[in-house]
């Protein structure tokens, strides 16, 4: 095998309706297994919508939400969302929610909000970047 | 081989595509200056002068151009071949941009470790 690549995966597609986020995960997976490690998934523009724990897709149907979350704990990398994205779409965790004075949140861990800085640092160290 | 390209084909408005990749090239540059930004089929009409989006309800970041100097943003490449099919003209651009043929720019593009085109 070639030599062990740290991966940053970039997604830019919602978690239901369109097959981006799908895909990312399903690279995510394959990496995994040939080896190599996913530096962090960057959710960026509709990709942020994957955090959502309230989304709730019918009872024989893929859960992506909770899919990228088993992965995630399991591999120990990160879910980075892009806060500024997050919150125009509605997307926010616990203390946010408190600080926007909103009644609800829908993000939690292992998904957390981040900055582009986590990005732009992606973009800068990790080995490959995959755009899905 | 160079940096980061960020390559935008989108209108500025009608998506937040274009305003989200402005983002992301801003954050970018505080971490480095290698990196090229190309401007290709509509997004070539994120640089045009006199937009008023506010009337639609969107956020006018076209301003927002002018600081990629400051920021020190200076590879800022637009598709010679988009602007003549959309009859624009470099005068109507709000900052200085260099044109380059579409086979020059996927030469340019190539030259990159890393692309991103959100």
């Given at each position: 095998m070639s030599s062990p690549l740290n991966i940053a995966i970039i997604v830019t597609g919602p978690s239901?309706?369109?097959q981006d986020a799908l895909s990312a995960y399903h690279y995510a997976q394959a990496a995994l297994v040939a080896?190599?490690?996913i530096q962090r998934v960057f959710f960026y523009n509709d990709g942020v919508l994957?955090?959502?724990f309230l989304s709730a897709p019918a009872a024989d149907e893929f859960d992506l939400h909770a899919a990228w979350r088993a992965l995630a704990i399991k591999h120990q990398f990160g879910l980075d969302i892009c806060a500024s994205a997050a919150l125009r779409r509605g997307i926010v965790d616990?203390?946010?929610a408190e600080r926007l004075s909103l009644p609800h949140f829908n993000l939690e861990y292992p998904f957390q909000l981040t900055g582009l800085g986590q990005l732009a640092e992606s973009l800068v160290t990790a080995d490959r970047v995959v755009q899905f | 081989m160079h940096g980061i390209a960020f390559i935008t084909r989108q209108a500025p408005h009608g998506s937040a595509a274009a305003r989200e990749t402005q983002d992301a090239i801003l954050a970018t540059s505080a971490l480095t200056e290698d990196l090229s930004v190309f401007f290709i089929g509509d997004g070539v009409f994120q640089?045009?002068?006199?937009?008023?989006?506010?009337q639609i309800g969107s956020r006018n970041f076209a301003a927002t151009f002018k600081l990629f100097d400051l920021y020190d943003i200076e590879n800022i490449y637009v598709c010679q071949d988009s602007l003549l099919?959309?009859?624009i003209d470099g005068t109507q651009l709000l900052i200085d941009v260099t044109c380059?043929?579409?086979?020059?720019m996927n030469a340019k593009i190539r030259m990159h470790a890393k692309i991103l085109n959100l």
């Open positions: 239901y309706g369109r080896g190599h490690t994957n955090a959502s616990a203390g946010e | 640089l045009l002068k006199n937009q008023a989006p506010k099919e959309r009859g380059l043929s579409q086979v020059e």
